[in-house]
């Protein structure tokens, strides 16, 4: 099964691409969580990545294309896997088209988590992250069993300083711009399926299944 997971930053997707992963047994792919990655271990890659990240912009399609299909390729993905935060422009869902069709394959469901604007500020600055395993956390939707430390793993938890509300606003207009058409590009392709991300994350998770199947 192959699902991209679409929506809003701070809509949910990376919340419920992890359930989906942990039900279904394929892998969740989250490409800004390879470039934090790449960030903390000082790659030229995360280097790169982190001037735009910074700035609530894309990073570049040449970089971020070519990163996800070499991923898309290892032996974890024979199966499938859930992609979260790629696509995020017309370029970069043609590529993966393209590059899917060449083996005869097609993505099966495009998830859109759908959020209204007015409540992704909220979100944004109550999010806590892991930035060892990825984990995500609200300070009041989703704590932490222990306040600002991973559940998973035991690292002390960050607020992402692409959350703070400035940057949050530029990444809610590029999302608009750049990110929003691919609904529509999905729809044509007949895999795009809605579900409500106000309802909470238990409930929004059902509403998946469903889709999804048991
Ligand atoms: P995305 O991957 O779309 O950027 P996240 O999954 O990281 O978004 O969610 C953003 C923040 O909102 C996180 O702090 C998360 O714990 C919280 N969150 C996710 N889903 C819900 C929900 N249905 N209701 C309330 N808070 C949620
Ligand atoms: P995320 O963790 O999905 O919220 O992504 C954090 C940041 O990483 C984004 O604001 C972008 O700067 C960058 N990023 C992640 N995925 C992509 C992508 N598919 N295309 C371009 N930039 C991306």
Redesign the pocket.
């Known amino acids: 099964m192959k699902i991209v997971m679409l929506?809003?930053?701070?809509?949910?997707?990376?919340?419920?691409a992890k359930k989906i992963s942990a039900k279904y047994g394929i892998p969740h792919i989250s490409t800004g969580d390879i470039f934090r990655a790449n960030i903390k271990g000082q790659t030229e890659l995360g280097m790169k990545a982190k001037v735009f990240m910074d700035q609530g912009q894309l990073v570049p399609d040449e970089i971020t294309i070519g990163m996800l299909l070499d991923r898309i390729q290892e032996d974890d993905c024979k199966n499938g896997y859930v992609l979260?935060?790629f696509p995020r422009t017309i370029p970069q869902a043609e590529s993966l088209t393209k590059a899917l069709a060449n083996m005869g394959e097609q993505i099966d469901y495009a998830i859109n988590?759908d959020v209204p604007d007015e409540n992704i500020i909220s979100?944004?600055s109550?999010?806590?992250a892991c930035l060892k395993c990825g984990q995500?956390?609200?300070t009041v939707?989703?704590p932490p069993k222990t306040e600002n430390v991973c559940d998973v793993c035991g690292e002390p938890l960050v607020l992402r300083d692409d959350d703070k509300p400035e940057t949050v606003k530029k990444r809610l207009d590029v999302y608009h711009d750049q990110t929003q058409p691919l609904i529509d590009y999905y729809k044509k392709a007949g895999v795009l399926a809605e579900v409500d991300?106000?309802?909470?994350?238990e409930a929004?998770f059902q509403d998946i299944v469903k889709i999804l199947g048991a």
């Open positions: 929506g809003a930053p701070g809509a949910g997707k990376g919340t419920q979260d935060g988590v979100r944004m109550g999010r806590r995500t956390y609200h939707y989703n991300g106000t309802k909470d994350l929004v």
